[in-house]
C-alpha cells in the first residue's frame, strides 16, 4: 500500500556529472539509489524504491506498507474468467467474470483498514464518469522516433518470432496428457496474451498515422528549441537515442535468455553469494539490502515447481541458443557440454536440488563457498554462464544510462515548452486514470458500453461445440436464478496499460463499481499514444459479481459483507 512519495531528483543527478563515462555514470546512478532506498527503509521500516519518471527527468521515492499474509477468499471457474478464450481476449464485447476476492491478514486476524471502497449497489450510468486507481506496467510516450522506429521493425518482430515460438511449445507440451496440460496452462496463457497484445502495439507502430503523428510532433519540439538559446542545449539528446538504436539492434538476440524458474533461482542464488561481498550501493540492484526482505520472499517461496515443463524449456532455449550462435559456437559447446539440447536439459534439471526450499535456504546461508563447492549440476551451469550474463547485462546498463541522460534532456525540454502538465510514462506505480462509460464506433457498427448476463449465454450459443464458450456447470444450473439484464462487462476511456488487471474502477462518491481486466484491441497502441476515440478498458461490472457471488456460487455470507 503506497503511503508517501518525495521527489529524491536532485540527491539521484548530484551523484552523476558529466565527465563520468555511461559505464560510471550507471554505476554511481545505482549506488545512490541503493543508499536512499536503504536510508528510507531504516527510517519507516516501509519498502522503499526509488521510481525513474520521465525516462530519467525526475526521480521519487515510493514508500509502500507491506502486506504479506494475504489469502483467498472466493475465485470463479477459469472458463468464466477467461469466457472466450484467447480469440475474445482484447475484444469486446466481452462475458468475463474475471475477478477474485482477497483478505488481508495481520497478527493472523483480518486488517482492519480506515480507508476502502465502499462496494456500488447499481455501478455507473452510461457517460458517468469513472476512476481508475492502478499501477500499469510500462509505457513508452516519451520515446523518439528513432525509438519507436526500432521498437517497430526490429524489437517487436523480435519479440513475437520468440512468443510464437515458446505458444508452439507449450500447445505440444500440453498434447502430452491432461496434467501437462493443467501445468502448462498459466505459461500458455501469458505466452499468448502477451503475443496477441504485442501484435497490437506492433499494428498501431505500423499504421503510418501514428508515426506521421509522433514525427510532427517530435519536428515541432525540436524547432521550438532549436530556436530559443536556453534549450539549445537539448537538441542533441534525438541523436543520442538514435545512436542507442544501433547498438540495440546489433545486441538482438545475443543475450543468453534462460527464463525458467529452476535456471532463475540457480542464477540468484550464484549471483547474491557473489554480490554479498560487496557494500550494499555497489551490488546489483536486486540484491542490495533496501529491496532484501521482498527478494528473499520470491526466492523462496514454496510455489510449485514441474520439473517435467522445466526440461521441455531449458531444452528449447539451448536449441534456440545454438540456431542464434551455431552449433560449434565457444560458448555453445562449454554450455552442451558434449552433449544434445535435450539431453543436457534432462541433466539440469533431473540432478538440481533446487525445487526444494530447504536446500535453497541452505545454499543461500552458506554464502560464497556453498556456492563454489556446490555440484548441484543447475548451480553449476549458472556459474559456467554468470560472466557472460553480467558482461551483457552491465552493457545493457551502459546503453540505458545513455539513454536516460538523453531523455530527462528531452523532458527539461517538454517541461520548459509544455510545463508538467503532460504525465510521465507508466512505472508499476500508483495512477490514477479516469473516464466516461462510453461505448465507440467499429467498422461502422455502434458498440455498446454495456453487455449483460444474457450476453453470455447467447455468446455460448454462437459459438456452440467451442469449447473455449462453454459456460462451467454452476451457470448452468443457476440460470434460472441469473436476472438476463444484470450488467455483465462495461467499457470506459480511462487510460490504462498491462499491469492495470484488478485496479478497480470508482464512481464520484469512492464507491467501486467495476474492476478493470482488459483492455479492446484498440487500446493497445496506448503503449505509444493514448486515443480515447476506440480504445477502451474494459471491467467487470460490480453487480456481476455481486448476483455471481448470490445466484451462482450460493456465497451469500460474502456479498453481505461487501455490503450487497
Known amino acids: 500500500q503506497l503511503v508517501k512519495i518525495q521527489d529524491v531528483t536532485k540527491e539521484v543527478n548530484a551523484a552523476v556529472n558529466q565527465s563520468m563515462s555511461a559505464s560510471d555514470a550507471a554505476t554511481a546512478r545505482r549506488a545512490v539509489i541503493a543508499k536512499i532506498s536503504k536510508a528510507a ?20 521515492l515510493y514508500q509502500y506498507k507491506k502486506y504479506t499474509d494475504v489469502r483467498l477468499v472466493w475465485s ?90 515458446r505458444e508452439i511449445l507449450l500447445q505440444q507440451f500440453s498434447l502430452r496428457g491432461t496434467e501437462q496440460a493443467r501445468i502448462a496452462s498459466d505459461d500458455l496463457f501469458g505466452v ?52 542507442v538504436q544501433g547498438r540495440q539492434t546489433a545486441r538482438i538476440d545475443q543475450g543468453l535468455s534462460m527464463n525458467t524458474r529452476l535456471f532463475a533461482i540457480a542464477q540468484q542464488l550464484v549471483q547474491m553469494a557473489a ?26 517461496s514454496s510455489a510449485p515447481i514441474h520439473p ?62 556453498a556456492i563454489n563447492a556446490s555440484d548441484d549440476p543447475m548451480i553449476v551451469f549458472a556459474r559456467l554462464v554468470d560472466d557472460e550474463v553480467r558482461a551483457f547485462r552491465l552493457e545493457s546498463e551502459e546503453l540505458q544510462e545513455i539513454e536516460r541522460q538523453a531523455y530527462a534532456e528531452i523532458a527539461e525540454a517538454l517541461f520548459a515548452t509544455q510545463g508538467t502538465s503532460t504525465y510521465p510514462d507508466a512505472t508499476f506505480t500508483l495512477r490514477l486514470a479516469f473516464g466516461p462509460v462510453a461505448g465507440y464506433e467499429q467498422a461502422g457498427e455502434q458498440i455498446q458500453a454495456w453487455t449483460n448476463m444474457a450476453g453470455a449465454f447467447n455468446h455460448e450459443a454462437d459459438h456452440e461445440g467451442q469449447k473455449d464458450y462453454e459456460l462451467p456447470e454452476s451457470w448452468q444450473n443457476a440460470r434460472e436464478r441469473i436476472s438476463e439484464s444484470t450488467p455483465f462487462n462495461f467499457v470506459c476511456t480511462a487510460d490504462i496499460i498491462g499491469g492495470n488487471s484488478g485496479s478497480p474502477a470508482v464512481n464520484k462518491d469512492l464507491e467501486l463499481v467495476g474492476l478493470i481486466f482488459d483492455g479492446n484491441i484498440q487500446s493497445l497502441t496506448a503503449d505509444y499514444v493514448y486515443d480515447d476515440r476506440q480504445g477502451r478498458s474494459v471491467c467487470v461490472h460490480s453487480s456481476a459479481i455481486r448476483d455471481a457471488l448470490r445466484y451462482v456460487y450460493d456465497a451469500e455470507s460474502i456479498a453481505d459483507q461487501l455490503g450487497q
Not at 465502499?118 to 486507481?133: D, H, I, M, R, T
Not at 503475443?195 to 498515422?209: E, H, N, S, V, W
Not at 534456440?320 to 565457444?330: D, F, K, N, V
Request: hydrophobic share 40%; proline share 4%.
Open 41 to 60: 527503509l531504516d527510517e519507516s521500516g516501509l519498502r522503499s524504491d526509488v521510481v525513474t519518471l520521465y525516462g530519467g527527468g525526475r526521480y521519487h
Open 76 to 165: 470463479p471457474e477459469a472458463a468464466i474468467a477467461f469466457f472466450g478464450g484467447d480469440a475474445d481476449n482484447f475484444e469486446y464485447p466481452r462475458y468475463c467474470l474475471d475477478a477474485c476476492l482477497f483478505r488481508v491478514y495481520e497478527n493472523d486476524k483480518p486488517a482492519q483498514i480506515e480507508h476502502f471502497l465502499k462496494w456500488s449497489g447499481n455501478g455507473p450510468a452510461e457517460n458517468e464518469l469513472v476512476f481508475v486507481s492502478g499501477n500499469p506496467g510500462r509505457t513508452s510516450r516519451i520515446f523518439t522516433t528513432a525509438a519507436l522506429k526500432n521498437q517497430r521493425d526490429v524489437r517487436l518482430p523480435n519479440v513475437l518470432d520468440f512468443l510464437r515460438r
Open 192 to 243: 499468448q496474451n502477451a503475443r496477441k497484445a504485442r501484435m497490437g502495439m506492433l499494428r498501431g507502430l505500423q499504421d503510418p498515422a501514428v508515426m506521421a503523428a509522433k514525427v510532427q510532433s517530435e519536428a515541432k519540439l525540436l524547432e521550438q528549441i532549436k530556436s530559443d538559446p536556453a534549450l539549445q542545449k537539448y537538441a542533441s539528446a534525438w541523436d543520442r537515442i538514435a545512436e
Open 275 to 300: 554480490e554479498d561481498q560487496k557494500p550494499s550501493e555497489d551490488r546489483l540492484t536486486e540484491y542490495a539490502d533496501a529491496g532484501r526482505e521482498s527478494f528473499e520472499q520470491q526466492l523462496f
Open 308 to 369: 517435467e515443463l522445466e526440461q521441455v524449456l531449458i531444452g528449447d532455449l539451448l536449441a534456440r541458443t545454438l540456431e542464434l550462435r551455431g552449433a560449434e559456437h565457444p560458448s555453445c559447446v562449454t554450455m552442451l557440454n558434449g552433449k544434445s539440447p535435450l539431453d543436457r536439459a534432462a541433466e539440469l534439471v533431473g540432478g538440481t536440488r533446487l525445487a526444494d526450499v530447504e536446500f535453497r535456504k541452505q545454499l543461500a546461508a552458506g554464502g560464497i563457498d
